[in-house]
């Protein structure tokens, strides 16, 4: 029995039992075996230590504002490298479509960006989504959440950690003017830009080019304005990040979350 006791002090398995407890309590997760896996394979929060944890499937955390691509981008990735793309807005889209009760409650969140659903609304559909098998087995790419400092905390809560933060950077001239400027045909819901090279031809199309309400100057400053504040926000909450241009092109951006992904880039 001394020899038990004395084994449980040296490695603070009491500890470690009560903060589990403590976890369960606050949190009332709907699955807690979940919970706490996702808790004891969590890094140590230490840096010092955290650079031991071990290496494990992918979870990546991938930020990015308007313009920036991250979902296209992360979608693209998740295919080629075989991980779980992780979308809170599709996430969002497919709850919001089941016609439940719950789902009606999500309705009005639709127009808006992703980052102003409140968390106690999307954060479940990430967290539950995160813990299925099958990215339990693959790992995840994350992109639409966290948005803020509150959304991080979130996470946290919930057990739920990510081994690797990657920001996809835009000036935010660049971004204005790629989201102003660009087109829809009403048609075929096809958007286009002046400045690539599928700008279309025929005159019929061009006559019916309208842009998109969200692409309105003054709401595509209201949207970077906000992201300005998020970006500070995540970026304080995940030091560790990594920053890339946004402005590269698609397959090396791919091929950058590829060397994550296969553990071969910048993370505990």
């Not at 449980?8 to 606050?26: T, W």
């Not at 010092?48 to 990015?64: E, M, N, T």
């Not at 100057?217 to 030091?239: D, G, I, N, T």
Request: charged share 20%; aromatic share 4%; glycine share 6%.
């Amino acid at each position: 029995m001394e020899v038990t006791a004395a084994y449980a002090e040296k490695h603070g398995v009491f500890q470690l039992f009560e903060g589990l407890l403590q976890s369960l309590i606050v949190t009332k997760p709907d699955d807690p075996i979940a919970h706490l896996i996702d808790l004891v394979s969590a890094p140590p929060k230490d840096t010092a230590q955290a650079s031991k944890a071990p290496k494990g499937i992918p979870r990546l955390l991938l930020l990015g504002g308007p313009a920036s691509g991250a979902e296209e981008v992360a979608a693209a990735a998740a295919r080629r490298y075989g991980t779980v793309h992780v979308s809170a807005s599709l996430l969002l889209q497919a709850a919001a479509s089941r016609g439940t009760a719950a789902s009606r409650a999500l309705l009005p969140y639709m127009a808006a960006n992703v980052s102003e659903v409140p968390s106690e609304c999307l954060g479940p559909l990430v967290v539950d989504r995160l813990r299925s098998d099958d990215v339990r087995r693959r790992g995840f790419l994350l992109t639409g959440f966290p948005n803020n400092e509150a959304q991080c905390e979130f996470l946290e809560r919930a057990g739920i950690w990510v081994r690797s933060t990657l920001l996809l950077d835009i000036d935010e001239a660049a971004a204005a003017h790629a989201l102003i400027a660009s087109r829809v045909d009403p048609v075929t819901g096809t958007e286009y830009h002046p400045d690539q090279v599928a700008w279309p031809t025929d005159p019929a199309v061009l006559e019916r080019l309208v842009q998109h309400p969200s692409r309105a100057e003054a709401q595509v400053l209201a949207s970077l304005q906000s992201w300005r504040a998020s970006k500070a926000q995540l970026l304080a909450a995940f030091p560790d990040h990594i920053i890339v241009d946004a402005s590269r092109p698609s397959l090396a951006l791919e091929e950058r979350l590829g060397a994550i992904l296969l553990g071969k880039g910048v993370g505990p």
